[in-house]
């Protein structure tokens, strides 16, 4: 392959699979789409943030076959088995009815976050083998996409469920969107094969690393590794205050005073938010190195839900608008996170693997969102729920001075 057409792949490749990480963060709209669901079938926060916890699951263990999927039948199979999986529940959870909950279980939480899981590993592993030279950036942008479907989608799902379209209208056309959008992305994926030269990876200067031994780990080795569990339970705990704040971001913008309008523009202002801290820290990571850039997303997170406590605390419309620009900044790093650790501390030749396993804080970030939902019945406000996330925050923070490769 010569260098411009490469250069041309790269970068239409990225591209490509930018927008279908767009449709696919459907999921990360959960906060509007529950909404009609919530009226429609009179389903409580309880039941519906299970729903959610579900889905953080299944796009966990759906992140985990990917991995084995697409190693096994090839990048295109997977991405199209993920369309027909994810595509369909989420257009089945328009045709709902009745009030048997256990059913949104099983197309939304099930069959949506398992699809979208696969599509999720095997999108970010198969495209960043192709920018081995801006690991971060790459991630950065793919991580983009995904956390701003929360605010492109998200938005035209609120305005379509008040037209005739309605709840299973929307759901329908969101469903067949992101069917296609996965399916076109996996007829033109593929892998680099042995003949294709990537540009190096640029050293970084001293200041910047921390000089790591270079070697590939695989999954068993990298779970022996004290600095994998550590780096497990920092980025789940900080990735909980941004998952669970998302959760509820909605009702917590009404619960301060705000329209309901303005509550679903506040929710599209937290993805974009999300969207931009992805980008910045891919950045980061590629600039500043690992443990600078994880330092400064962790402090974010603190301050974040510091000041999201005190717009609670002080029925503050203007303060809820910053906590959750914070919020949003201070979570969309967590995934570059995910991915830069992973590949730095473990190589690139297990990546796909072990980015799965890892990616599964997810299922302990989304425990706690549904914990603090519950909290939020039991006290009758946001309070508890964000003195709980400020203090996971900070415990994240002792964790992160102490992670070293060991």
């Known amino acids: 392959m010569s260098d411009n057409i490469k250069t041309s792949y790269r970068r ?30 009179g389903w409580g926060a309880e039941q519906l943030a299970l729903n959610y916890t579900l889905t953080m699951c299944f796009f966990c263990i759906g992140g985990l076959l990917g991995s084995l999927l697409s190693r096994k039948i090839g990048v295109k199979l997977s991405t199209a088995f993920s369309a027909v999986l994810a595509g369909g529940g989420i257009a089945l959870t328009g045709l709902l009815g009745g009030n048997n ?7 939304y939480a099930f069959m949506g976050g398992l699809g979208i899981g696969i599509a999720y590993n095997v999108i970010i592993s198969t495209v960043s083998a192709w920018f081995p ?12 996409g995904f956390g701003a479907s929360s605010l492109i989608l ?5 305005f379509l469920f008040k037209t005739q379209l309605g709840r ?5 056309i969101l469903g067949a969107a992101l069917f296609a959008a996965l399916l076109l992305t996996g007829l033109i994926l593929k892998r680099p094969d042995e003949s294709v030269i990537l540009p190096a990876v640029r050293e970084k200067s001293s200041n910047n690393t921390e000089n790591l031994e270079q ?3 695989t999954t068993i080795q990298m779970l022996k590794r004290f600095s994998f569990w550590r780096g497990f339970a920092l980025i789940a705990l900080v990735t909980a205050v941004g998952n669970s704040v998302i959760s509820f971001a909605r009702d917590l913008a009404l619960s301060v005073g705000s329209a309901a309008t303005l509550a679903t523009t506040l929710v599209g202002v937290l993805a974009v938010c999300n969207g931009l801290g992805r980008i910045i820290s891919g950045v980061l990571f590629d600039t500043l190195g690992r443990k600078k850039t994880m330092l400064i997303a962790n402090i974010l997170t603190i301050v974040a839900a510091g000041t999201t406590l005190v717009s609670v605390l002080c029925s503050s419309v203007p303060l809820c608008f910053i906590g959750l ?12 996170m995910v991915t830069s650790f992973i590949s730095e501390f473990y190589g690139q030749k297990h990546f796909a693997s072990n980015f799965s396993v890892m990616n599964c804080n997810l299922i302990c970030a989304s425990f706690i969102a549904t914990a603090c939902s519950s909290l939020q019945t039991t006290f009758g406000g946001y309070t508890v729920p964000f003195i709980l996330l400020l203090a996971l925050g900070t415990i994240a923070l002792l964790l992160n001075l102490s992670i070293k490769k060991a």
């Open 12 to 41: 239409s490749i990225l591209i490509l699979a930018v927008a279908a990480m767009l449709f696919a963060g459907i999921i990360y709209a959960w906060s509007i789409l529950k909404v009609p669901l919530s009226t429609d079938f």
């Open 154 to 158: 998200g938005n035209l799902a609120d």
């Open 215 to 217: 070697k590939d780990y």
């Open 325 to 336: 620009c914070l919020t949003g900044l201070s979570y969309g790093c967590c995934p570059t």
């Open 101 to 107: 909950i256990f059913l949104l279980y099983v197309t």
């Open 133 to 144: 030279d801006k690991k971060g950036f790459c991630s950065g942008c793919l991580m983009m």
């Open 168 to 172: 299973r209208g929307t759901f329908i």
